[in-house]
């Protein structure tokens, strides 16, 4: 009976094994995966900066050198500045240079000052990462804040956002806190932007954790182990 026993346990441990294996190869090719949009959204940032941006800085200033001309030459200079900086916004969000530059402290403020700023929305960034994390990790944790803003944005009306991050030895959490309108989760149907979010985090074996209530806010917290 021992001997069933034994073997049985080794089947088991063998299964375990087996699925902890496939579990880490479902992580590396979803790490990959994202690795490769990241690739081809800098791509995509560079042809809108170097194409799209610079054609429309040219026309910007024989624009501007015509604009006495006539009210029309006024208008059309202003539209294409605003179009020329809505590209270069468009392209620093797609890759932004100031998480390579200056870390993810002063991305998140760019990225909130850029997205909550026009909308009258108030903001607060209280980053307490005294390393800079991983390039890839520092990634994630951008494009998981970009979501939560765009998701904010969308359907919140709050006035206010909290984000709050630290590291605590071998261990990352970042918490996005609104005070908008809320939802009853279970009722709602998760579209492509948060289900992005969870998938982001799964590839990082992180948690990332929604807490909402009718008319009471928002919170995300995403964790991960360093």
Not at 127 to 148: C, H, S, W, Y
Not at 164 to 173: D, L, M, P, S, V
Request: charged share 30%.
């Amino acid at each position: 009976m021992s001997n069933k026993l034994e073997s049985l346990w080794q089947v088991q441990q063998q299964l375990r094994s087996l699925l902890m294996q496939e579990q880490r190869e479902l992580r590396d090719l979803a790490k990959r995966v994202w690795s490769q949009q990241e690739l081809e959204r800098n791509q995509l940032a560079r042809d809108l900066h170097d194409g799209v941006g610079q054609s429309l800085a040219i026309l910007s200033r024989r624009l501007k050198l015509r604009r006495d001309d006539s009210e029309d030459d006024e208008n059309l200079y202003q539209l294409a500045n605003n179009a020329m900086e809505d590209i270069r916004t468009l392209a620093r969000l797609m890759r932004p240079t100031v998480l390579d530059d200056l870390g993810l402290h002063a991305a998140l403020k760019w990225l909130a000052r850029t997205m909550f700023e026009q909308e009258g929305i108030r903001f607060e960034i209280d980053v307490d990462v005294p390393e800079q994390l991983p390039t890839d990790l520092n990634i994630m944790v951008f494009r998981i804040a970009q979501e939560a803003f765009t998701n904010t944005l969308k359907h919140a009306q709050a006035s206010e956002v909290r984000v709050f991050a630290c590291r605590n030895g071998q261990a990352f959490r970042m918490d996005i806190i609104d005070d908008g309108k809320g939802f009853v989760y279970d009722a709602v149907e998760k579209g492509v932007g948060l289900s992005s979010m969870f998938d982001r985090a799964a590839a990082f074996d992180a948690t990332l954790e929604l807490q909402t209530r009718p008319e009471n806010g928002t919170q995300i917290t995403l964790q991960v182990r360093l």
